[in-house]
């Protein structure tokens, strides 16, 4: 699976939109581009996918350059509940398969009250 | 609606103690994933099953053995504890094969504990 980059910690305040930015650069075409995010020693929570088109749903919206090389995860109107560790995750096809997702470091987001 | 059920919640063992935690996946998931994560780190993936037959390996240590059941519950079983086994033990299922999506759904997590 491609690697990617996230900045390691973001601050967003209580009521904007919260932009997390994913570098992946060396994806492949087959690779689709996931989104996750782990509220402190919670289980991880599916948030978001997507190959190369625009994904909107009730959680978030997903951002993808027409290169595919980056993408935004956009949480419209951040909450407190939204503080939690994101983690962008590229892995091969979304039509199930039992492959392990690789969590890289992710990015802390804080949301400031 | 069902959520994937992990136990125990909480387990201490002493070192060179056998350990075996179980994981419930959601109905009709196919598919089990178990992760561990150290204090401060993030999750590792450790192994997968798909329709009862292992499917991906990851760090999963010699020491530790998984298998799905022929009802989709998994086990993960870890022999001769270490310190370094003490952790948060993730499962995760979700709708393997053709028709499935990718998502993952991750339980609340089982800590172990090793003194």
């Known amino acids: 699976d491609a690697k990617t980059t996230q900045p390691p910690s973001m601050d967003c305040a209580e009521g904007r939109a919260a932009n997390l930015p994913c570098n992946h650069s060396t994806i492949s075409g087959n690779e689709y581009v996931y989104w996750y995010r782990q509220i402190h020693s919670q289980g991880p929570q599916y948030i978001i996918h997507g190959l190369k088109n625009n994904e909107t749903n009730e959680m978030a919206s997903l951002i993808i350059t027409e290169d595919r090389k980056s993408s935004t995860l956009i949480l419209p109107h951040a909450t407190l509940r939204d503080t939690a560790v994101y983690y962008c995750?590229?892995?091969?096809?979304?039509?199930?398969?039992?492959?392990?997702?690789?969590f890289g470091k992710g990015t802390h987001l804080i949301i400031q009250p | 609606a069902a959520g994937v059920i992990q136990s125990p919640r909480h387990l201490i063992k002493e070192k060179r103690e056998t350990a075996t935690l179980k994981c419930y996946p959601i109905?009709?998931?196919?598919?089990v994933y178990w992760y561990q994560q150290g204090p401060g780190q993030d999750p590792q993936f450790l192994i997968s099953f798909y329709e009862k037959m292992q499917s991906d390996k990851g760090s999963i240590p010699d020491r530790f053995s998984a298998q799905q059941f022929s009802d989709y519950h998994s086990e993960l079983n870890m022999s001769s504890l270490e310190l370094g086994d003490s952790a948060l033990y993730f499962c995760?299922?979700?709708?393997?094969?053709?028709?499935?999506?990718?998502?993952?759904?991750f339980g609340e997590g089982s800590r172990l504990t090793v003194l």
């Open positions: 995760a299922s979700s709708l393997g094969g053709p028709g499935g999506g990718g998502e993952l759904f």
């Open positions: 995750i590229v892995r091969v096809g979304s039509g199930g398969g039992a492959d392990g997702l690789t």
């Open positions: 109905p009709r998931h196919d598919t």
